[in-house]
């Protein structure tokens, strides 16, 4: 009768804990979708885009949101939009044709820095510029490598040492 009230408990303390957490998550995140919605309504009210099939969140030096969609030929376009966008009219409208493959960067990144796999491969801007932000862990450390969006170049790389 003990154990069965223990193993109850444990149950009802798993349910319970699971829900917080997925409450606590969903909290976090909601003012993140919030102004995700935001980008893709000044991207699609200015007429930077004319539909938005996906949207992103950079944090570098600054932060920007990063969209894709099309123009109104039909065009495939990628904006990134600054996150004060409203205040400072800061913005880069690229065609993925204007710059390096997502695949080809892999490739070229792999076989450069000997790393087979990828946290995240992210765009962004650093520095006025579009980049392609890697992430992967090697020895300990969490290294964050940029290449420049249009020309594939190498533009910088730092690691965080990761507690073993």
């Known amino acids: 009768m003990k154990k069965k009230g223990i193993m ?13 957490s997925i409450w606590l998550y969903s909290t976090i995140r909601s003012p993140l979708a919030a102004e995700g919605e935001d980008a893709r309504s000044v991207a699609l009210n200015h007429d930077l885009l004319t ?3 996906d949207v992103s969140h950079y944090y570098g030096g600054d932060s920007y949101w990063v969209l894709e969609g099309t123009n109104d030929d039909g065009e495939d376009q990628l904006l990134f939009l600054h996150e004060g966008y409203e205040e400072s009219d800061e913005y880069y409208l690229l065609s993925p044709h204007e710059g390096v493959e997502k695949s080809e960067m892999v490739d070229t990144v792999s076989q450069e820095l000997n790393v087979t796999s990828f946290e995240s491969i992210r765009l962004g801007v650093e520095n006025g510029q579009p980049v392609y932000e890697f992430t992967y862990v090697t020895n300990g450390s969490r290294v964050f490598y940029y290449t420049l969006f249009e020309t594939g170049a190498y ?10």
Do not use: E, Q
């Open 155 to 164: 533009l910088k790389s730092y690691s965080i040492h990761t507690a073993a």
């Open 8 to 20: 109850i408990s444990l149950i009802v303390s798993l349910f319970l804990i699971s829900g917080l």
């Open 51 to 53: 539909t938005v099939s």
